[in-house]
């Protein structure tokens, strides 16, 4: 007798049209699709047979082929600031972690797009990981299901808790396209999340090719990994700068919003004393960023074990933003949140399987030189 193990759909990673498709195979009518997308985001329900709306023949035809699968939380914690982390386990073994971080009037959740990261940014830790693979649909969107259901039964309220998504966990979301937009969609739709374009951002290291076809299929908000305002420094930062060098990347970002002249770009900069903070660099970015429609977030860098580089001090961040205001650009800075839990920026690590030997290289690295 032979044995085949056939894998089921799973319905959680499936956006309107790919559950449109999925009924019109069943030979169901397509609005199907928007009452099972109404229940396993909106209501949160997993159980097939729960879904009351569709008959029991259809629901049972439903179930053999299909289902809904959400990784395991391995762990959680909570930062004295509110500020939460789940280390979700993956089907393979991999961990992945999310973050929400609640503010007066929203709660914004920080989800990942890749286990590890290939683009090993010099002041990240994710990037030290290494890499192992891109996250499927499912697995992106599952992170807002588990975080809504999380936060919906721990505060007993019916308020939505996540009102806005920022791809800024884990990895780079452009080098994960279609997953990521598909899971960006869900995210956008009124029969399942219902977030708004303005309140879903893509953050990204500036992969320019895949930000002109980011604007042809979406309407989401744009983050840019920018932290350097040179190319011989941003080279070091940011190494994919090499491809992609700024003014390539400063052109992509003016025609990110070409048709929306109301709409900015967030350019991110991480604040590493000594090393991109002085006034100089104020200036170099200034002369970048004239003309342009963007704002500066400045980030205080968040240490992680073995870094050479650390934290500007406040009076350095806060004269930086000083000069960036005094030219007429907008520019704030970011709190830190939950680094007591190493849930800050750049502290995400998950468990990588790293197939790049990158972690292995590091963890080498690291060990020469505390014998020297
Ligand atoms: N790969 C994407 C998504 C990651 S977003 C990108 O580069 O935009 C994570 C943000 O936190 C990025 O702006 C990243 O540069 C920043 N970051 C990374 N490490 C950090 C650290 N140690 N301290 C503060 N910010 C950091």
């Not at 299901?145 to 019916?158: E, F, N, P």
């Amino acid at each position: 007798m032979s044995i085949t193990q056939t894998t089921k759909i799973n319905l959680l990673g499936l956006n309107s049209k790919g559950l449109e498709d999925f009924f019109l195979s069943l030979g169901e009518k397509p609005y199907r699709a928007q009452q099972v997308l109404k229940w396993i985001h909106f209501q949160g329900v997993r159980d097939i047979q729960l879904m009351t709306n569709l008959s029991k023949s259809l629901r049972q035809k439903i179930q053999e082929i299909a289902d809904i699968t959400i990784p395991e939380i391995a762990y959680e914690n909570t930062a004295e600031d509110g500020t939460q982390k789940w280390l979700l386990r993956l089907a393979d073994g991999n961990c992945i972690e999310t973050v929400y971080i609640p503010e007066a009037g929203r709660g914004t959740l920080c989800v990942s797009s890749q286990v590890g990261c290939t683009l090993n940014c010099d002041f990240c830790s994710t990037g030290k990981q290494g890499f192992s693979r891109n996250l499927s649909t499912a697995e992106i969107i599952s992170q807002v299901w588990v975080a809504a259901r999380r936060l919906s039964s721990d505060q007993a309220t019916h308020d939505r808790a996540v009102t806005n998504v920022v791809m800024m966990g884990m990895g780079e979301p452009l080098l994960n396209f279609e997953n990521v937009v598909d899971a960006m969609n869900i995210m956008l739709d009124d029969f399942a999340y219902g977030l708004s374009k303005r309140r879903v951002t893509l953050s990204t290291a500036g992969v320019i090719p895949a930000m002109y076809r980011l604007r042809e299929v979406s309407d989401v908000a744009l983050a840019v990994s920018l932290h350097a305002p040179n190319d011989e420094l941003r080279n070091v930062l940011v190494p994919l700068n090499k491809k992609y060098p700024l003014k390539e990347l400063m052109q992509a970002c003016e025609d990110y919003f070409k048709e929306d002249k109301r709409r900015y770009v967030t350019m991110e900069y991480v604040m590493l004393a000594g090393v991109n903070d002085s006034l100089v660099h104020a200036k170099q970015l200034i002369a970048l960023l004239k003309n342009m429609r963007a704002k500066v977030n400045l980030i205080p860098f968040n240490p992680f074990p073995n870094t050479s580089y650390q934290r500007s001090d406040k009076k350095t961040i806060d004269q930086f933003r000083e000069t960036l205001m005094n030219a007429g650009i907008n520019a704030i800075t970011r709190k830190t949140r939950g680094d007591d839990i190493d849930a800050a920026c750049g502290q995400l690590v998950g468990q990588v399987k790293d197939r790049t030997r990158r972690s292995e290289r590091y963890r080498k690295k690291i060990e020469t030189n505390s014998l020297s």
